[in-house]
Nanobody, 118 residues
């Protein structure tokens, strides 16, 4: 069984920070392309950040310089550090996993709500 479980969301004021966690079972995060996505009400789900098996990272332009994705291989977890949050960051954040060179299979967590008040 493959499971991804997010945590760390909540309500924060503009300018604040949150750290999201994704605990993964059934696959090894260091072998996979791991990503964080988010979806705001009425919007399409968008890729926020990703890290591959070589620890190469990439970010959406809207979060570059504010968010950092990282792995903890010993605990098989992925994190998203979010700094200087604004109301535009309000969304449900999802953890995602897939093989680097294969689009499928793909695994998703159930999401964690991040709400930023102005």
């Amino acid at each position: 069984q493959v499971q991804l479980v997010e945590s760390g969301g909540g309500l924060v004021q503009a300018g604040g920070s949150l750290r999201l966690s994704c605990v993964v079972s059934g696959i090894i995060v260091s072998d996979k392309l791991m990503g964080w996505y988010r979806q705001a009400p009425g919007k399409q789900r968008e890729l926020v950040a990703r890290i591959n098996h070589l620890s190469t990272t990439s970010y959406a332009d809207s979060v570059k310089g504010r968010f950092t994705i990282s792995r903890d291989n010993a605990n098989n977890m992925v994190y998203l550090q979010m700094n200087n949050l604004g109301p535009e960051d309000t969304a449900v954040y999802y953890c995602n996993a897939r093989n680097t060179y294969y689009l499928r299979p793909e695994y998703w967590g159930q999401g964690t709500q991040v709400t930023v008040s102005s």
